[in-house]
């Protein structure tokens, strides 16, 4: 299974931009999706997850300014982010818990994707 992350770029204050991430391989189900950034000299953080049936949750930092959605039929998870600001600025990862075919057997684990940058200027 391999998470392919997409967007993130150079904004500036009250900007906005779109991540969007696919998951591929011999996928059987994908369960939570999740976005994780993580600042320099800082620890990765959740920034917003959705279930399959799309219950969504979201840090306290980036409510009501971030959305995030998903595509069950294309195992694809996206954050919209708005008015953007400077401590949005980080390194983004898309996360994801995949059923996937192995050989005989269906085997659950945790999948990263490739971080994307996203920066904020003031």
């Known amino acids: 299974v391999q998470l392919q992350a997409s967007g993130g770029g150079r904004v500036q204050t009250g900007g906005s931009l779109r991540l969007s991430c696919v998951a591929s391989g011999r996928i059987f189900r994908v369960d939570v999706m999740r976005w994780y950034r993580q600042a320099p000299g800082k620890e990765r953080e959740l920034v917003a997850g959705i279930t399959s049936e799309y219950s969504t949750t979201y840090a306290r930092s980036v409510k009501g300014r971030f959305t995030i959605s998903r595509d069950n039929a294309k195992n694809m998870v996206a954050l919209e982010m708005t008015s953007l600001k400077p401590e949005d600025t980080a390194v983004y990862f898309c996360?994801?818990?995949?059923?996937?075919?192995?050989?005989?057997?269906?085997?659950?684990?945790?999948?990263w994707g490739q971080g994307t940058q996203v920066t904020v200027s003031s």
């Open positions: 996360n994801a818990i995949v059923t996937d075919y192995q050989t005989t057997r269906l085997v659950t684990d945790e999948y």
